[in-house]
């Protein structure tokens, strides 16, 4: 079962416009929440993450929203460009016992920037 | 790149031999993990490792096993490979985070594309 919805699957957005990708979750043991970046052939990159404890992080042109009550969180990306174009993965992750934190992934949200 | 490699880039094999996939990291960090990629599935976490000789199960870890005799390595053993594990699979590092900002961060390697016919 999917711990982290995403939204929208695909995305179109003209360039200089806003990108606006979405997820929910249900398990409240969460803490830690990143995004991920991902160019075809390529892992995924590590763009920006949050913690619980605050509602916004702004690296760039890239914003991460976190609502606690509602259990939901957003990418922004301002100024979307066309090398902007990717897949991009929503996780959240939590630590349990000793072993790790591994993280739950959203399906992902292809992001087309068109010139 | 965080330092991580991963061998085979691209295999084929044929269905009931078995596989490995090597990972390979220089970061010297205690967390390993191996993830899928399927379409319409995001990434899923197939084993993890909290260090040398300890590891567990993920979401995904029937008809896969791991072994990791060195921090550096993280091999991921396809017993008896069957088309339904034909993916895209990527090994992650993560160090142990005590400070801001550190904690959890995961970082990819470059892939492993596995066909199974």
């Known amino acids: 079962q999917q711990q982290v919805k995403q939204s929208p699957q695909s995305l179109i957005v003209q360039k200089g416009g806003i990108s606006i990708i979405n997820c929910a979750y249900e398990?409240?043991?969460?803490?830690?929440f990143p995004w991920y970046q991902q160019f075809p052939g390529k892992g995924p990159a590590l763009l920006i993450a949050?913690?619980?404890?605050?509602s916004e992080k702004k690296e760039g042109r890239f914003t991460i929203s976190f609502n606690k009550s509602a259990k939901q969180f957003s990418l922004h990306i301002m100024d979307s460009q066309p090398g902007d174009s990717a897949t991009y993965f929503c996780?959240?992750?939590?630590?349990?016992?000793?072993?790790?934190?591994?993280?739950?992934f959203g399906k992902g949200t292809s992001l087309l920037v068109t010139p | 790149d965080a330092g991580i490699t991963q061998s085979p880039r691209h295999k084929v094999t044929e269905t009931g031999t078995p596989v490995t996939l090597r990972c390979h990291q220089t970061?010297?960090?205690?967390?390993m993990y191996w993830y899928r990629q399927d379409p319409g599935h995001g990434l899923r976490l197939i084993h993890y490792?909290?260090?040398?000789?300890?590891?567990d199960k993920g979401e995904v870890s029937d008809g896969y096993s791991v072994s990791r005799s060195k921090t550096e390595d993280f091999l991921l053993t396809l017993e008896s490979a069957t088309s339904s594990q034909t993916s895209v699979y990527f090994c992650?590092?993560?160090?142990?985070?005590?400070?801001?900002?550190?904690?959890?961060?995961?970082?990819f390697g470059p892939g492993t594309r596995l066909t199974v016919t």
């Open positions: 992650a590092i993560s160090e142990e985070g005590i400070s801001p900002g550190l904690t959890y961060e995961q970082y």
């Open positions: 398990n409240t043991a969460f803490d830690y």
């Open positions: 949050i913690r619980p404890d605050v």
């Open positions: 996780a959240a992750s939590y630590e349990y016992s000793n072993s790790g934190y591994a993280l739950n």
């Open positions: 970061e010297n960090h205690r967390y």
């Open positions: 490792s909290y260090g040398v000789k300890d590891t």
